[in-house]
T-cell receptor, first 111, second 115 residues
């Protein structure tokens, strides 16, 4: 089966940096996605990794280590609007379209 | 900016009734998906659709579920006889292709409540 683990909740201060970790055990691997989901809304795409290393996109960066089955999402210069759930999702095989999601990490940004 | 749209935003139905959830994917996208999210739980894959047929489906997508692209724009999910445990947010998504980097764009969701 597919297993994707994330911390359930995190709290961080406005202006700070926060790292949200994700570990996965899947039968195959063909890409890892991070989505942001505000309460009651749809997930929105943040980042994609398929090769090892860091992908930077403005205030957001995502890192992948395929050998360790590990990724993290780094959020810099936190803003209040960053309070949301952050979903780690894995596509487990080439040609497969579906994503396997973790339970998400609910981030609360405090002043 | 193009977006995936879904109707209705909220559907309330009685157990055993049929419901149809509607989606309009982004116009140049070729792959369509349905996911569901039970309140407080993770997003779960239901089915993917390409070239007018199902390309993959999960164990959740049993005989009570069906999908259809009745015209060039709509993509529907039908639940034939709803159960209490079908209460969830249902998200439609679409992607341009099936390459690994093709992100899936999600619609705003339909909240289904089965009484």
């Amino acid at each position: 089966g597919q297993n994707i683990d994330q911390p359930t909740e995190m709290t961080a201060t406005e202006g700070a940096i926060v790292q949200i970790n994700c570990t996965y055990q899947t039968s195959g691997f063909n890409g890892l996605f991070w989505y942001q989901q505000h309460a009651g809304e749809a997930p929105t795409f943040l980042s994609y990794n398929v090769l090892d290393g860091l992908e930077e996109k403005g205030r957001f960066s995502s890192f992948l280590s395929r050998s360790k089955g590990y990724s993290y999402l780094l959020l810099k210069e936190l803003q209040m609007k960053d309070s949301a759930s952050y979903l780690c999702a894995v596509r487990d095989q080439a040609g497969a379209n579906n994503l396997f999601f973790g339970t998400g990490t609910r981030l609360t940004v405090i002043p | 900016e193009p977006e995936v749209t879904q109707t209705p935003s909220h559907q309330v139905t009685q157990m055993g009734q049929e419901v149809i959830l509607r989606c309009v994917p982004i116009s140049n996208h070729l792959y369509f998906y349905w996911y569901r999210q039970i309140l407080g739980q993770k997003v779960e894959f239901l089915v993917s659709f390409y070239n007018n047929e199902i390309s993959e489906k999960s164990e959740i997508f049993d005989d009570q579920f069906s999908v259809e692209r009745p015209d060039g724009s709509n993509f529907t999910l039908k639940i034939r006889s709803t159960k209490l445990e079908d209460s969830a947010m249902y998200f439609c998504a679409s992607s341009e292709g099936q390459l690994s980097y093709n992100e899936q764009f999600f619609g705003p969701g339909t909240r289904l409540t089965v009484l």
